[in-house]
């Protein structure tokens, strides 16, 4: 009897944006040491990703998809909309030649959250489809709630203050307020982007980039909520050895950070996407100054709106900062936060960011803006108690405080005693054994079997 072909081509296709790209390669190098050939499909005008970058990784296009030039231009929600609705098609074509040339080997699809229109070429073909969340479990949650609510009622409830303090059902401690739609206007819009994302469509599993012992309850109502498996099998950054930041990352800071005391460091990274308007750059050098704690503080090009960036400074807190701190245009993140003269992160919230500030045994202050950055800074504040909030305007006296509450004060003491905890739990979950473990190896379990 002849023997079926293995499958064993996984075609990823990631959202082309730096946050959710990470993971995604970060996933596609732990099924590749699996076993599994990787192909990435990627949109047209955003050829973010190379085999340059990802040795072995074959990339494949696809065409005729709307650049995240336009981003800014509709807003996230209808970019994403229009991405969908546009890609759907093209898409199909993607696989189609995949297939002509290859043979059919793929055995999966494995689409960001956001990419939701490659469900409908999984259908067509007949071939596995796993959609992949780049955010928390508790983000996920919080989606499939908002995709059930009526975006009219919702807005009209949310004007009485005891609705927004009311703590939504089995999802303790979130409440009302805390849900990610900050950002996310107009909210009619965001719902119908919630429900899509919510839409499992023939997918037959979803894989999280978490950890259970962060997240249990919300892994658990994910699967209940959703009727398909959930694999939690983060924090992908841990195994993985390809560095896949879009911006060319400056190593000369470990120079610097391995002149500093342990602990006593503070260092500044709001993301990729964030915009600071000059004042608070100012008021945010003259509250570290003060601090009197050495500092590393990333200000990407750009992200200073009508400025490159701290030669807007005048020039008596230029030199202050000089000689206090070390400013960079891109940081190695994950080396920095394992560094031991790190002692804490003040981050937008991100969850690539919470992740690598956990495993490296960092507690964080909390500067989140919008969507779910607002979620995962509570959960840091109220749940795991590993960092606080900052809100309001950046001042100065503000930002000198937090620091020294964080790097100096007892409270910044506990708050480091958890997060190493949490490190511990989080590093034998990856170990044989581990939840994120059994979680991988389980899913290639199922992908060899098919």
């Not at 965001?190 to 037959?204: G, Y």
């Not at 400025?307 to 190695?332: D, H, N, T, W």
């Not at 202050?365 to 909030?389: D, H, T």
Request: proline share 4%; glycine share 6%; with cysteine.
């Amino acid at each position: 009897m002849e023997k079926r072909s293995e499958k064993k081509r996984i075609v990823l296709v990631p959202l082309p944006l730096q946050g959710h790209i990470t993971p995604m390669m970060q996933l596609g190098q732990a099924l590749n040491l699996k076993g599994f050939s990787i192909t990435v499909a990627q949109g047209e005008f955003d050829q973010v990703c190379s085999s340059q970058h990802f040795p072995g990784f074959q990339f494949v296009t696809i065409p005729e998809s709307i650049p995240v030039s336009q981003l800014e231009r509709f807003g996230p929600v209808e970019f994403l909309i229009k991405l969908n609705k546009t890609s759907e098609a093209s898409f199909k074509d993607c696989i189609a030649q995949l297939l002509l040339q290859q043979g059919n080997d793929i055995a999966c699809i494995i689409y960001d959250d956001l990419m939701y229109f490659c469900g409908a070429a999984a259908k067509e073909f007949n071939l596995q489809s796993i959609i992949f969340s780049t955010t928390s479990a508790s983000h996920k949650v919080c989606i499939t709630v908002l995709s059930k609510l009526d975006a009219e009622k919702f807005l009209i409830d949310m004007e009485d203050h005891k609705v927004q303090d009311m703590v939504v059902e089995n999802l303790h401690p979130v409440r009302y307020k805390d849900l990610p739609t900050s950002g996310m206007e107009p909210l009619e819009r965001f719902i119908d982007l919630c429900t899509e994302k919510s839409n499992k469509r023939t997918a037959f599993a979803l894989i999280v980039n978490t950890v259970t012992c962060l997240e249990s309850s919300s892994v658990t109502r994910l699967q209940k909520e959703l009727g398909i498996a959930v694999y939690p099998l983060g924090p992908l950054h841990i195994a993985s050895s390809i560095n896949s930041s879009l911006l060319e990352e400056d190593m000369s800071c470990i120079e610097w950070l391995n002149k500093q005391k342990a602990r006593s460091v503070i260092y500044i990274s709001l993301g990729s996407i964030v915009l600071m308007e000059s004042k608070e750059v100012l008021e945010m050098a003259w509250g570290l100054c003060n601090s009197n704690q050495p500092f590393l503080w990333v200000i990407r090009p750009g992200s200073v709106l009508g400025s490159e960036g701290i030669e807007s400074l005048p020039e008596k807190v230029s030199k202050m900062v000089s000689e206090r701190g070390y400013i960079m245009k891109q940081a190695p993140q994950i080396e920095v936060l394992g560094h031991p003269a790190v002692g804490g992160f003040w981050s937008h919230c991100g969850w690539n960011s919470i992740l690598e500030s956990i495993v490296g045994g960092v507690p964080m202050i909390c500067r989140p803006f919008k969507g779910e950055q607002k979620l995962n800074a509570m959960y840091i504040e109220s749940v795991w108690r590993i960092g606080f909030k900052v809100e309001g305007e950046v001042e100065r006296g503000v930002v000198e405080r937090a620091v020294k509450r964080l790097i100096v004060d007892e409270k910044g003491v506990g708050m480091r005693e958890r997060v190493l905890v949490l490190k511990e739990k989080i590093e034998a979950s990856v170990k044989s054994g581990g939840s994120s473990y059994n979680a991988l190896d389980e899913l290639v379990k199922h992908l060899k079997a098919e």
